[in-house]
């Protein structure tokens, strides 16, 4: 094995923009799920049963309701995220290349959202949003590592609020609040705790992955020492060459490990209503994958990367210095110097990794089938944020463009009508609303994103937000990133802000920066800047007035529906 790596050697998942480290069922439309969730009663209050409700089953049953645990609602949750999985994965133009018979039958049984972004990247302020809810200019867990405040609901808390333990099959990426922790505190040394009120069952962390590290020992793997330190060795290849197999063999990869604990925690629990978020760390890079997943993909199937877009501020940027450490083993971060054939093993390695996923999803699809539990199951399937993927010369997240942003959702619920695609805007801060709407609950006022709840049942809401926020954090304190030093900018400035709406985008510099601008219709890769042109001027300015607008009608929430009175 290799000399350790460490998170101050190599970037990805786990690092900020520059820093370099490798880190890291069958529902008819009319089911009263999708037909009465929004109009909710106090949490403390069910609404009475129907009165034939005793010779329903639970898919028939008008909801909410309690079990004998006091669940206010008879449904399972399961919240599935990959991490790093593009949208066009899914629906575009890298979908049926390897194939997902998962995916494909989820988006079949559900409800797809064509257009959702990601409220922030990368992992960490991502998962922060998704769970909270929030902007990352309200929950400023702005960077892998930069902390959320304590006093930010999530879903988990929300979750106990109706009598539901959220469990966690997985990581969550998010800092302890220094608040509430003493300085000594080990919690204070990772970012890859579970958002508060998920109780973590299998400790599945990226950078450190105790439950895998022990069943890979116990399955007689020779593994490098000491671990977790050199968590990153557990991803080097055997042999030579970008498509050499995994050391592991692919019934004990982590992706299996993962699918195989939550099954077995899950049949534990399946006789009462239970909640579980999994998260896959694939197929995030280190792009390595057991074989036979790693040859699966023919690299002859898979489109070119996208050509290298408009020049401007970011671009020089993004190249002034090496990066994305962790996108293979060996790497040295020469994003612009990797060659045609490597790019073109790299987006196989990444395509056989969603493959892998897709078992595995298949395994736990079939697992609710066969224990009737599929009919009372919200099962989401998402991502984080994307992945450039080579397209225009990037790698990574951490970027500003729509690859990066563009993300997977799809929605399979008693009641939504299953095979139906939505294609408005929508963000990732959308999802624990919609979750806490058809579990029977009611969103906090402090919540940003608004429930897709009415899209389910096949409505349009006619006062639909229509923009989805994106922000990106380019700084870290104490070591200045390559996007401070290229932009000449102090922390608080360096930092970027995206606004999509059904046809723009707009990325927002801090600092001055000269901004972008793009047609989404005419160039969905974004790749043709046009702001300043005449006809770019003004889309411009009606893009910062509705970002100032979104920014000015969130801004913290939490208290300012409340009046003092004598």
């Known amino acids: 094995m290799s000399p350790q790596i460490s998170t101050a050697q190599a970037e990805g998942r786990g690092g900020s923009a520059s820093s370099p480290q490798p880190r890291k069922p069958r529902c008819g439309p009319g089911h009263p799920m999708i037909a009465r969730a929004g109009a909710r009663q106090r949490r403390d209050i069910p609404p009475a049963l129907p009165e034939d409700a005793a010779t329903q089953t639970v898919q028939e049953v008008a909801v909410p309701i309690q079990d004998e645990a006091g669940v206010t609602n008879g449904l399972n949750l399961l919240l599935v995220t990959l991490d790093q999985l593009r949208a066009d994965v899914v629906f575009g133009a890298l979908a049926g290349i390897v194939p997902t018979p998962a995916l494909d039958r989820l988006r079949a049984e559900g409800v797809s959202f064509a257009n959702c972004f990601t409220a922030a990247v990368p992992c960490g302020p991502s998962r922060a949003s998704l769970l909270t809810g929030l902007y990352a200019f309200n929950h400023r867990g702005i960077r892998n590592g930069a902390p959320v405040a304590r006093h930010h609901a999530t879903l988990a808390t929300e979750l106990r609020r109706l009598g539901r333990e959220p469990l966690l099959f997985g990581y969550c990426d998010m800092a302890a609040d220094p608040a509430e922790r003493d300085p000594r505190d080990p919690d204070l040394a990772t970012y890859e705790l579970p958002a508060r009120?998920?109780?973590?069952?299998?400790?599945?962390?990226?950078?450190?992955?105790?439950?895998?590290?022990?069943?890979?020992?116990?399955?007689?793997?020779?593994?490098?020492?000491?671990?977790?330190?050199?968590?990153?060795?557990?991803?080097?290849?055997?042999?030579?060459?970008?498509?050499?197999?995994?050391?592991?063999?692919?019934?004990?990869?982590?992706?299996?490990?993962?699918?195989?604990?939550?099954?077995?925690?899950?049949?534990?629990?399946?006789?009462?209503?239970?909640?579980?978020?999994?998260?896959?760390?694939?197929?995030?890079?280190?792009?390595?994958?057991?074989?036979?997943?790693?040859?699966?993909?023919?690299?002859?199937?898979?489109?070119?990367?996208?050509?290298?877009?408009?020049?401007?501020?970011?671009?020089?940027?993004?190249?002034?210095?090496?990066?994305?450490?962790?996108?293979?083993?060996?790497?040295?971060?020469?994003?612009?110097?990797?060659?045609p054939a490597a790019t073109a093993d790299l987006r196989a390695v990444y395509l056989g990794l969603v493959a892998e996923v897709d078992a595995h999803l298949g395994r736990i699809l079939d697992w609710l089938d066969a224990t009737g539990q599929a009919g009372r199951t919200v099962l989401v399937l998402m991502a984080d944020h994307g992945e450039m993927l080579g397209d225009q010369g990037y790698w990574g997240k951490d970027n500003v463009l729509a690859a990066a942003h563009h993300v997977p959702l799809v929605i399979r619920a008693p009641g939504a009508q299953a095979g139906r695609v939505v294609t408005d805007v929508v963000s990732t801060v959308d999802v624990t609303p919609t979750l806490l709407d058809l579990l029977g609950g009611v969103p906090p006022a402090a919540m940003d994103g608004t429930p897709l709840t009415p899209f389910l049942r096949g409505e349009r809401p006619e006062d639909w937000r229509g923009v989805a926020l994106t922000e990106i954090d380019l700084a870290e304190p104490g070591a200045p990133t390559r996007f401070q030093r290229a932009f000449t900018l102090p922390e608080t400035r360096c930092n970027a802000a995206i606004l999509r709406d059904a046809t723009h985008t707009l990325v927002h510099f801090n600092g001055g920066l000269p901004p972008l601008l793009f047609d989404r219709q005419a160039d969905p890769a974004e790749t043709r800047d046009f702001a300043e042109t005449p006809e770019g001027r003004a889309?411009?300015?009606?893009?910062?007035?509705?970002?100032?607008?979104?920014?000015?009608?969130?801004?913290?929430?939490?208290?300012?529906?409340?009046?003092?009175?004598?």
């Open 197 to 339: 009120g998920f109780r973590e069952i299998v400790e599945m962390r990226f950078e450190a992955p105790l439950a895998w590290i022990g069943h890979l020992r116990r399955r007689g793997y020779d593994l490098p020492e000491p671990l977790p330190a050199r968590w990153f060795d557990l991803y080097r290849p055997m042999g030579e060459g970008l498509r050499a197999p995994a050391f592991y063999r692919a019934e004990d990869s982590d992706t299996a490990f993962l699918t195989d604990r939550t099954l077995e925690a899950l049949e534990a629990r399946r006789d009462g209503v239970w909640s579980a978020h999994l998260t896959y760390i694939r197929p995030h890079p280190p792009l390595v994958a057991p074989a036979p997943w790693n040859r699966l993909a023919e690299t002859a199937r898979i489109p070119a990367p996208v050509p290298a877009g408009a020049a401007h501020p970011f671009r020089d940027a993004w190249f002034s210095a090496p990066s994305q450490f962790g996108l293979h083993w060996g790497f040295d971060g020469r994003c612009e110097a990797l060659p």
């Open 539 to 566: 889309h411009v300015a009606r893009l910062r007035a509705a970002m100032l607008d979104l920014r000015m009608e969130r801004a913290d929430r939490r208290l300012t529906g409340i009046s003092a009175s004598g």
